[in-house]
C-alpha cells in the first residue's frame, strides 16, 4: 500500500505542476495552441510508450472486441472535452482554484463505480470525498 501511495502522490505532484505551466503559458498563446501543442507532446511521448510496449499492446488490441475499443474512444472524449474546459478555465481564473475544482473528481469517480462497477463504498470513503468537496468550497471563496 506505501507504494501505491507514494507512486499517487508523485501523479498528483506533476498533476499539481501542470496547471502552473499551463496558466504561465497562456500568458504567451491561445488556448487552441496549448491544446493542440499538448496533444502532439502527448502522442509523441505515447508512441515512444509503444515502441517499448509494442508486443504487448499490439497482442492484446488484436484481442479485444469493439465494443472494448469503443469505450476507450469515448473515455477519451471525455478526457479531451475535459482539457479544453480546464484550459478555458485557467486562462480566465487562477490556477489553484481551478485545479482545486477539478479535483473533485473522486465524488464523480465514487458515485459512477459505485453504480456503474458495483463497487463498495465505505463510510471513510464517504467522509473523505466530502472532506475534499468542504476544501473546494473553501479554496474557491
Known amino acids: ?82 482539457q479544453l474546459i480546464y484550459v478555458h478555465c485557467l486562462h480566465r481564473e487562477k490556477s489553484y482554484i481551478v485545479s482545486a475544482i477539478t479535483y473533485t473528481s473522486p465524488l464523480f469517480t465514487l458515485l459512477i463505480s459505485y453504480y456503474v462497477l458495483k463497487e463498495a463504498v465505505s463510510i471513510t470513503a464517504g467522509l473523505g470525498i466530502i472532506f475534499i468537496v468542504a476544501g473546494v468550497i473553501l479554496l474557491a471563496r
Open 1 to 82: 500500500m506505501y507504494e501505491i501511495i507514494l507512486l499517487s502522490l508523485v501523479t498528483a505532484f506533476c498533476w499539481g505542476v501542470t496547471p502552473v505551466i499551463y496558466k504561465h503559458l497562456l500568458g504567451n498563446i491561445a488556448q487552441s495552441t496549448l491544446i493542440v501543442a499538448s496533444a502532439l507532446v502527448y502522442c509523441l511521448l505515447a508512441l515512444g510508450y509503444f515502441v517499448i510496449h509494442k508486443k504487448r499492446v499490439l497482442t492484446d488490441i488484436a484481442n479485444q472486441n469493439s465494443k472494448v475499443l469503443l469505450w476507450v474512444i469515448v473515455a477519451n472524449v471525455f478526457v479531451f472535452v475535459g
